[in-house]
């Protein structure tokens, strides 16, 4: 029997008693409909949605209201039926400032005429990929990378084995784990086509073991489908970690700057394959999703919120916050980001919105001692405390070279740091600096070659 080896580093953070257990037997609810939704061009990593409807255009659920602005993008689609009121600039969760385009819901949820596959049993490749991005589906785990990209190998690489990421490592969320109860057999139906459009043998769930009533569903639900089976794994964040996964799982290790088709190998969430099966099945683009509403809420819980809900919405759903609430978090408290506007949408990538207290504000830093927790506890084998000065000194030709741009952003170095070092702000803030300059030595060498082409043009034509 295949034994499952944790992946090096990580930790196993606490939760205290608003976490995990708090929502984990909480069946997922429907939040009502908005009377308007705020729905952003930008809830992918790449380039931007492009607006297709103008305001006081009418416009149905599920309706494509703006198209992909490239190959690394998605489409975005209506969650309600309604009127387009405005497209403006709106500041997500995040912090980043995006186009989005404000529907008024008439509460007729018209939805758009569907179109399921006729076949959907011998899909080729082109076909389910046609379908993924027509949908607009991204992955759900938080990354939100286009699906379709990554169901696209680059030439010459082979997808050998899928693998199905039902971790959910994060404190407090649990939205995944409330839909493996739910929805096993749709998650392994969206699977197993996955697995015959592309003709994949192998593909594995991997579940941490504090979710045995999970493991037991989405068992059951696969028992009698050849070519899948439930991994159950030692819990340990970050395991939800595509490289991590893929370890723990396959004891393939994902080469530094690589991806996972590298090895053989393509990860999706379960959330995002059940937006698959629905999008094959049914014909649906991905306009709703299912958001834990954890932590210090009144009564938390899991709901199915509509794409471009306010985040004021699912917490007057739950009653509101304790007194003791001195933040909120967009995803889980390790790689979410904290945040104050209410009024900001939730997206196709918001797996959780949380309302925690006092132990959520960071304390002051204290000058690093050397313990060296940070390199032991880091899932990347990188060397944090080293990136972290160079950073600090603004030397990030150095960050760069010590291999800051692998960093996954677990939080795992700060959250082991003794003097609560702010490690992860630290490389999150090098890692745009560093992108930044290369975008930029791009346009130039762009540029340079331009005026190149130019100049042999012109002395091509003085030749002449």
């Known amino acids: ?225 050849e070519g899948i089976r439930v991994q159950a794994l030692p819990v340990r964040y970050p395991q939800g970690g595509e490289k991590q996964l893929i370890y723990a799982i396959t004891r393939r290790e994902v080469p530094a700057g690589g991806l996972p088709i590298d090895v053989g190998c393509v990860v999706c969430n379960v959330g995002t394959v059940y937006a698959i099966q629905q999008a094959i099945r049914e014909g649906k683009p991905l306009v709703q999703r299912v958001v834990t509403a954890g932590g210090l809420m009144n009564n938390p819980g899991n709901y199915l919120v509509r794409v471009g809900t306010r985040v004021r919405s699912l917490i007057e759903a739950c009653g509101g916050v304790k007194p003791e609430v001195r933040q909120l978090v967009n995803g889980g408290p390790m790689m979410g980001v904290a945040f104050n506007d209410v009024d900001a949408p939730i997206t196709k990538g918001t797996s959780g919105i949380l309302a925690l207290g006092p132990e959520a504000i960071d304390p002051p830093e204290g000058p690093c001692i050397r313990c060296g927790r940070c390199m032991r506890h880091c899932p990347m084998k990188l060397l944090p405390v080293h990136m972290d000065q160079n950073v600090r000194d603004e030397n990030y030709e150095e960050a760069e070279r010590l291999g800051i741009m692998s960093c996954i952003e677990c939080g795992a170095c700060t959250y082991v740091c003794p003097a609560k070092r702010m490690l992860t702000q630290s490389f999150r803030m090098g890692k745009k600096v560093i992108a930044a300059r290369q975008r930029a030595a791009k346009e130039i060498a762009q540029k340079a070659q331009e005026e190149l082409k130019k100049e042999q043009e012109a002395a091509g034509k003085e030749a002449k």
């Open 1 to 225: 029997m295949f034994k499952p080896r944790l992946f090096p580093g990580g930790v196993h953070p606490h939760e205290g008693v608003n976490g995990k257990e708090v929502n984990k037997g909480n069946a997922i609810r429907e939040l009502p409909a908005p009377e308007r939704v705020v729905i952003p061009l930008s809830q992918h990593i790449g380039a931007p949605a492009k607006p297709v409807v103008a305001k006081g255009d009418h416009v149905l659920m599920g309706q494509v209201i703006a198209e992909a602005g490239g190959f690394v993008s998605a489409p975005v689609h209506s969650s309600v039926s309604g009127t387009v009121a405005e497209i403006s600039t709106v500041k997500l969760c995040n912090g980043n400032e995006t186009q989005a385009i404000t529907i008024v819901n008439d509460f007729k949820d018209e939805w758009v005429e569907l179109h399921p596959a006729e076949h959907p049993e011998t899909l080729s490749q082109a076909e389910l990929q046609s379908i993924v991005r027509g949908a607009g589906i991204v992955g759900m785990g938080g990354a939100t990378f286009p699906t379709a990209v990554k169901l696209t190998p680059a030439s010459g690489k082979v997808i050998e084995k899928f693998i199905l990421n039902g971790a959910e490592c994060e404190p407090y969320l649990t939205a995944d784990h409330r839909l493996m109860l739910e929805k096993p057999v749709q998650i392994i139906d969206g699977l197993r086509l996955m697995m015959l459009s592309f003709g994949v043998k192998e593909a594995v769930i991997g579940i941490e073991d504090n979710k045995k009533d999970a493991i037991a569903a989405m068992k059951a639900a696969c028992r009698d489908v």
